[in-house]
């Protein structure tokens, strides 16, 4: 079964972990994951994630996620689930981006947390083939789930 640890640092009142658990289901199988996989989710308020974006990634300014894989398939192998890694969410940047884009607040954060899956994974989208690539496994995730724009 997969796993996925919440911790809560934020005002927010978190209301998506079937939603977050079906992510991981499909993320599973859009990835090839012989096993099951393991996350762990961080909510943290926006001047945290400000700190923590400028000590990761020398970006002064709140972002929606962070995403640290753990990168120990190999020496991890004898565990029954895959530790992917962890993720830090601000809800407050999730519900700002919601508003931009005209998306309900369900749609962006379990778009940003497939997002962030997706980094674990090994993807990224620093070219602008990497991005089409990661984004199609992302929309192929979403879309699995019926996870739409509205």
Not at 5 to 18: A, C, G, L, V, Y
Not at 31 to 56: A, E, H, P, R, T
Request: net charge positive; hydrophobic share 35%.
């Amino acid at each position: 079964m997969n796993k996925l640890t919440i911790k809560n640092n934020s005002f927010w009142r978190f209301k998506f972990k079937e939603d977050f658990l079906n992510i991981l289901e499909e993320s599973r199988k859009e990835f090839n994951s012989k096993k099951y996989i393991s996350v762990d989710v961080l909510f943290v308020n926006k001047f945290k994630m400000k700190k923590l974006n400028k000590k990761y990634r020398n970006k002064n300014y709140t972002t929606d996620i962070l995403s640290f894989p753990l990168k120990a398939e190999f020496e991890l192998n004898f565990l029954d689930n895959l530790e992917l890694g962890q993720i830090i969410i601000s809800p407050w940047k999730i519900k700002k981006q919601s508003k931009e884009f005209n998306h309900s607040f369900r749609r962006e954060i379990c778009y940003i947390f497939c997002h962030g899956i997706a980094h674990l994974f090994g993807f990224d989208h620093q070219t602008k083939k990497e991005a089409e690539i990661m984004n199609s496994h992302v929309d192929n995730v979403m879309k699995k789930l019926n996870i739409t724009r509205s």
